[in-house]
């Protein structure tokens, strides 16, 4: 599976953003999605995810919960992130991510999934 993620940028505080992924290789209904991020000096954390089997659940990092909304598009085979009111510390590179059969207790954990995108680059000033 191939991922390729668009739209990062460079934004103020209180902007949005909206980031794209689009996945080859394999349908986007068999697969498990999820964004991470990584600042710099720290780890990748998980930002929001949706499995296939999970419907249109969609599990957020506390961090990003009522600012930010991934959505999935199966027919254009492309997930979203939509990110408003951006903080000054949501300043990271967001991945995508894919997996298959990702257990709900594993989804938040990156060692879960098997491809990523190349990353961009979101910036946000204070």
């Known amino acids: 599976v191939q991922l390729q993620a668009y739209g990062g940028g460079f934004v103020q505080a209180g902007g949005f953003l909206s980031l794209s992924c689009t996945t080859s290789?394999?349908?986007?209904?068999?697969?498990?999605m999820a964004w991470f991020r990584q600042a710099p000096g720290k780890d990748r954390e998980f930002v929001a995810g949706?499995?296939?089997?999970?419907?249109?659940?969609?599990a957020y990092a506390d961090t990003v919960k009522d600012r930010f909304t991934f959505s999935r598009d199966n027919a254009k085979n492309t997930v979203f992130l939509q990110m408003n009111s951006l903080k000054p510390e949501d300043t990271a590179v967001y991945y995508c991510?894919?997996?298959?059969?990702?257990?709900?207790?594993?989804?938040?954990?990156?060692?879960?999934?098997?491809?990523w995108g190349q990353g961009t680059q979101v910036t946000v000033s204070s």
């Open positions: 949706n499995r296939r089997m999970g419907g249109s659940r969609v």
């Open positions: 991510a894919a997996g298959r059969g990702i257990i709900l207790s594993a989804m938040r954990s990156d060692r879960a999934y098997s491809s």
């Open positions: 290789g394999a349908a986007l209904s068999s697969l498990d």
